[in-house]
């Protein structure tokens, strides 16, 4: 366990570990192979950050480059899973997701319910989230709470190289659609990763740090700066419970519920949108299964209800950070 | 010199990825008297708590590390010495302390920090530690791996080369098992024997190592010294089948916590990190099928298909066995089996004995192993 990758290497391996043991993997999207107009393999771009960098020298024709046309090639990969294949496209940034939601809520998400449990639809969509890479509006969304509301759609969020790599190979080898999604700014991050495979069980969240006076669940690159207001508060004698959900359908609400029982305090932590998002959803069910659990008011830590700024004064601004996520600890604390 | 009746007492380092541990309470005070094996205090890291121990006698002369705080590995916390050392040179000795973990640590940063050997039971990682003629090898049980012996290796070292393993199916070894019974596990460890180039040991086995090192020893005796069976397989056909299968078929934090509960006399040791460690493990691809074959192969309906008490007493090996009285997985009653071994069965401690109550453990294979 000595070896540290980072989690762009960490999604690379897990990507050539199951296009090696199955055939029925590949891999399809903008710019994986080469850029337009490079000479192919031996400039390739390997994704716009690289992720798939090296596997077209491996796997030849199973990494399929394609036209900026991403209704089409979503609508590819979902009618090739159908068939039997195991397909994982990239589709650069959840912000061009809107063009795609009939292929992904009306018919992936729909095949089995629709067609009495008989059809499979093992796809993967693997996509880039969140803010921080001053790549304003239009590139910098979390938009996890769309897919979540969608009956039918699984959605992994990891939060670092051990878990990007376990989760992918989970979403290959499951049979339902899977939203896979990446943090720009964690791709980086070095964590300690087996070289061999393995699976990471979908629906179990990571109690990522004990503690006992306030619990935080939060998902993906928040989960850090969660861990840096826990440490901070420590030093005050406050005990966070650090709660990452790894995926968001399905949810391990038995964690949270424990936690939040043990502790009666929940903030929750959110980079999408406040209204309709993860952390009003968990908000919601901890208030309805064990509101007598509560000690106090359940807080909210999301970005707010306006589009991602440009200006990287205002985009600092607008994230949720360690300072207002310890704002909101010591808020629960008062009471 | 007078330094050398100066004895550190540092922050230890338990196990390769430890690199620092937090001083819970002091077990004496300034000024106590101090046997070699005395327990001096207790140290927590995330993966596990246990107790410093005094390597030499004499005298407790100061306690410099404070209760509930956090040092780094080989930190000077404490000094023993003998009664007529002068405190103006037990100053001296602290006021001048190095600690030697740079030029160490960065040697075992760079080296290798686990081994891998391939032998026809595939590729197996181990580690090897101390050094001279005697050797000694470590056999995990079902679900263990190397780490298990945390507590066990490095003291062990002091006098002898010790070697621990992981069995195939197990830790970083292949997960892939050829004969999943105690004999074919037998056989792996044979090889391992072969391509390392041990020709003779004390073999020290825990639970289902402890029958692995029976079936070695009625295998090959020429190559075993002794056997030290630790809460051992083998000797009974009564084994926690509960416990095997909660430790197959769980995978979760939620449903493992409580069944590895089951392996401490104190429950409470069972902390978040080893619950973790041990998820990522189950989650490697091969494992969940080697544990499967294992458990069918060895503990098939429910019992242990290996009894090997009386190939223990044919073989005539001299044999040690020790036992946590409260072992809640192969009961010590077990130890009766053994005719004509030395039987130690230690209060306070469950099936992971060796971790639960290093000290007597080491103690008694210490004397076991002549060092």
């Known amino acids: 366990m000595a070896r540290k990758i980072s989690m762009r290497q960490a999604l690379n391996e897990a990507l050539d570990q199951e296009m090696a043991r199955d055939p029925r993997v590949f891999v399809m999207g903008e710019d994986i192979v080469g850029g337009m107009g490079g000479d192919g393999e031996k400039d390739a771009w390997g994704g716009v950050l690289g992720v798939t960098k090296g596997l077209y020298a491996k796997y030849g024709d199973r990494l399929l480059d394609t036209p900026l046309s991403e209704s089409a090639y979503i609508g590819a990969a979902v009618g090739a899973a159908a068939c039997g294949m195991r397909p994982v496209a990239e589709l650069m940034f959840i912000d061009f997701m809107g063009v795609c939601f009939d292929e992904i809520f009306n018919q992936a998400a729909k095949f089995k319910y629709m067609f009495g449990g008989k059809a499979e639809t093992p796809v993967v969509i693997r996509t880039m989230i969140g803010g921080g890479f001053r790549a304003a509006a239009q590139h910098s969304q979390v938009l996890t709470p769309l897919f979540t509301h969608i009956p039918g759609l699984k959605v992994v969020v990891p939060s670092n190289a051990y878990d990007a790599k376990g989760l992918l190979i989970q979403s290959i080898r499951d049979n339902d659609p899977v939203i896979f999604c990446e943090h720009k700014n964690l791709y980086g991050l070095e964590t300690d990763v087996p070289q061999e495979s393995y699976a990471i069980p979908f629906g179990e969240a990571n109690v990522v740090r004990e503690g006992k006076h306030v619990t935080i669940v939060t998902y993906g690159m928040m989960v850090h700066r969660a861990l840096d207001a826990a440490a901070a508060l420590a030093k005050d004698k406050v005990e966070c419970e650090v709660i990452d959900l790894r995926t968001l359908s399905p949810i391990d609400w038995d964690t949270v519920l424990e936690s939040v029982e043990n502790t009666g305090r929940l903030v929750c932590v959110d980079e999408a949108h406040p209204r309709c998002s993860i952390a009003s959803d968990v908000s919601a069910k901890v208030s309805q299964e064990i509101f007598k659990a509560l000690k106090a008011g359940i807080q909210m830590v999301t970005s707010p209800h306006t589009p991602v700024p440009f200006s990287p004064s205002l985009e600092d601004i607008y994230l949720p950070s360690a300072d207002k996520i310890a704002t909101a600890v010591r808020k629960t604390m008062a009471n | ?371």
């Open chain 2, 1 to 371: 010199m007078s330094e050398k009746r100066i004895i550190p007492i540092v922050m230890p380092k338990w196990g390769l990825s430890m690199a620092e541990g937090k001083l819970a309470s002091w077990l004496m005070k300034d000024g106590d008297s101090v046997k070699a094996g005395d327990q001096l205090l207790e140290v927590e890291t995330d993966k596990i708590a246990g107790a410093v121990e005094a390597s030499e006698g004499g005298v407790l002369r100061r306690r410099i590390g404070q209760e509930d705080t956090i040092y780094p590995i080989k930190t000077l916390i404490g000094v023993v010495a003998d009664a007529d050392v002068p405190d103006a040179d037990i100053d001296a000795f602290v006021g001048s302390y190095v600690v030697p973990a740079a030029e160490e640590g960065e040697e075992e940063e760079a080296g290798p920090r686990y081994e891998f050997a391939g032998t026809a039971a595939g590729r197996l990682r181990y580690i090897k530690r101390g050094s001279g003629d005697n050797t000694v090898l470590l056999i995990h049980g079902f679900g263990g791996d190397l780490d298990n012996w945390l507590f066990n290796a490095d003291a062990l070292a002091e006098g002898a080369t010790v070697y621990a393993l992981d069995l195939p199916g197990h830790g970083q070894s292949t997960k892939k098992v050829d004969e999943p019974t105690v004999a074919g596990l037998a056989k792996a460890v044979l090889s391992f024997m072969d391509t390392v180039k041990i020709d003779k040991a004390h073999l020290v086995g825990h639970s289902m190592g402890g029958a692995i090192a029976i079936e070695v020893a009625r295998q090959a005796k020429p190559r075993v010294k002794s056997v030290t069976l630790i809460s051992s397989a083998g000797l009974g056909p009564d084994i926690n089948i509960d416990y095997i299968d909660g430790f197959v078929t769980s995978a979760s934090r939620r449903d493992l916590k409580p069944v590895l509960e089951n392996l401490f006399a104190d429950s409470g040791l069972v902390s978040r990190q080893m619950v973790d460690d041990l998820l990522k493990y189950k989650r490697l691809d091969g494992v969940g099928d080697a544990l499967t074959a294992l458990k069918n192969g060895v503990f098939a309906g429910g019992r242990q298909a290996a009894l090997l008490a009386d190939a223990l007493a044919a073989s005539g090996v001299p044999a040690l066995v020790i036992w946590g009285a409260e072992d809640k997985i192969v009961p010590a009653a077990h130890a009766t089996a053994a005719k004509g071994a030395k039987v130690e069965i230690i209060e306070g401690a469950g099936h992971m004995v060796q971790m639960e109550q290093a000290g007597r453990v080491n103690g008694l294979i210490k004397v076991m192993i002549g060092s």
